[in-house]
Each structure stands twice: as structure tokens, then as C-alpha cells.
């Protein structure tokens, strides 16, 4: 396998946006009324042309004071400069924190030599927007004005590995990814597609910029995911993050990895 799941922890949030850790044995969630249960989970691919991050996730520090995403690479063997590029579907701030870290009143790349790749209608959008909780200025400010990026227009062939396609749904210029390694073909729908269980019960969510199109996507996606044999990458799934699917008799069946 060229996919590997980078988790940050479980976490609930609700109209605040704050993300609060979430354990299973201590909490419950039922003293945290009308907060959202997901997990953060970004991941990396391992393709010939290199390594990728998907949506960074929050930038967490443990309780070691390292970043978690950084610890998860360096235990499979790889270290924050290994990073070739960092693709981001949207940039809410559970998907991006963990594109960089301010140090001394300064902000600096997580993945030093890496390509940030993002929508740049999304960036605009999401700078108009900058004050809503859902995003980190200065995390914008970084990816606006760092020079190490691809400014995307549209659907685009980044690579011979990656296609990035714009599905709108969750935000207005959200996108997903379609890419390809030497032996397995993966498929990376963000926020319009966070969990696979999502496939099975089928609703429009209010969080969503248009709820009915994501939720229509979600069918699409997971179609032609199980049709083409993709494996799908889940951001928001504690459960099976990389699952293949199963599509019979009008049903979905995850099949995890």
C-alpha cells in the first residue's frame, strides 16, 4: 500500500468551530450537546514523484510537544523535509493548521521543501472570509504569500499522478483528488466526502455550503470509486480511514484496508 493514514485524534466541535479532543474511554458525548464527532485525519502517498500530504490537518502538538502529524511520518520512516507537496482540498482550519507553525512571531512551512498546492478561488473566497471561525488568517497569509506553491484554476492535471478536480459542494470551490501510484489508485474527496458511512446514510448537511450537490456527489463519487477500484481516503473517519467500496443492489459495503 502507498497510502498511509496520519491521525490527530478524535475530536468534537460544534458551532464554535473550537475542536475539543474527544477520548472514548473518559468523554461522552453526550455532555457536549450539539457538537459534531469526527476525527482529523490527514494522510500521506507515496508516488514516483514523490511524497504528498493531503489537508494537514489542525498542526497538533502532543503532549510530547512534538507536532503529531510530523511524529506519524518519522514512525514510517520519513521526516517533514521528505515532503514533496501539500495538497489542500479546502482551507478550513482543521485542514490546513498543519501547513505551517509560528515561531517567534513568525510563520514558518511544517513541510520545508514542499509545494503547497490550493484553488486560488478558494483562497479568495476564504479570504473574504478570513474573520469567520472557521478559518486561520494567518494560515491564509502563509499560503497567499509563500513561494513554494501551485495557485490552481479549475480542474487541472497537476502530475502524471494527480488529478485535481473541482467539485464545489462543501465550500463553493472545494476539490478532490484522483491519484495514482505504481500499484494502487486512490481517491481523496475531503469534505464532500469525509466518511465513508456517509455512503450508507444518505443526508444533506447543513455545514455544507450547498448540502443537496455534496450529497449528490457523494453517490457519484463512491460509483466510481467502486467501480474504477479506488480507494477512498476518509479526513473525518475513525473508522477504516482507507476503505475500498463494494456497490450492489443499490448499496454501498466499505471494505477496509
Given amino acids: 500500500m502507498n497510502a498511509y493514514a496520519l491521525s490527530e485524534g478524535t475530536y468534537t466541535v460544534d458551532e464554535s468551530k473550537i475542536f475539543i479532543p474527544f477520548n472514548s474511554d473518559t ?14 485525519c490527514p494522510f500521506l502517498i507515496i508516488t514516483d514523484e514523490g511524497l504528498i500530504i493531503i489537508d494537514p ?19 514510517l520512516g520519513f521526516n517533514s523535509t521528505d515532503v514533496n507537496y501539500v495538497l489542500l482540498s479546502h482551507l478550513h482550519k482543521d485542514h490546513i493548521g498543519g501547513v505551517a507553525y509560528e515561531e517567534s512571531g513568525e510563520m514558518k512551512p511544517m513541510f520545508p521543501k514542499a509545494e ?12 473574504e472570509k478570513s474573520s ?10 502563509f ?14 492535471q497537476f502530475n502524471k499522478n494527480i488529478y485535481c478536480e473541482i467539485s464545489g459542494g462543501h465550500t463553493r470551490h472545494h476539490q478532490v ?16 466526502l469525509p466518511q465513508g458511512t456517509q455512503l450508507i446514510r444518505k443526508f444533506a448537511a447543513k455545514y455544507d455550503y450547498d448540502g443537496k450537490k455534496s450529497a449528490e456527489l457523494r453517490i457519484e463519487y ?14 473525518h473517519s475513525s473508522i477504516n480511514p482507507i476503505s475500498k467500496l463494494k456497490f450492489e443492489d443499490e448499496r454501498f459495503e466499505l471494505i477496509g484496508i
Fill in 222 to 235: 463512491g460509483k466510481k470509486c467502486a467501480t474504477e477500484n479506488y480507494a477512498c481516503l476518509f479526513f
Fill in 27 to 40: 468523554d461522552s458525548i453526550k455532555n457536549r450537546p450539539a457538537s459534531l464527532l469526527v476525527e482529523i
Fill in 116 to 127: 503547497y498546492v490550493y484553488q486560488e478561488e478558494e483562497m479568495n473566497d476564504a479570504l
Fill in 132 to 141: 469567520s471561525k472557521s478559518f486561520e488568517e494567518k494560515k491564509l497569509l
Fill in 143 to 156: 499560503l497567499k504569500n509563500r513561494k513554494e506553491k501551485t495557485v490552481l484554476k479549475g480542474n487541472t
Fill in 57 to 75: 490537518g489542525l498542526g497538533l502538538i502532543n503532549s510530547e510537544g512534538e507536532f503529531q502529524i510530523i511524529k506519524n511520518l518519522s514512525q
Fill in 177 to 192: 483528488f484522483w491519484i495514482n501510484t505504481a500499484t494502487e489508485k486512490y481517491f481523496y474527496g475531503g469534505d464532500v
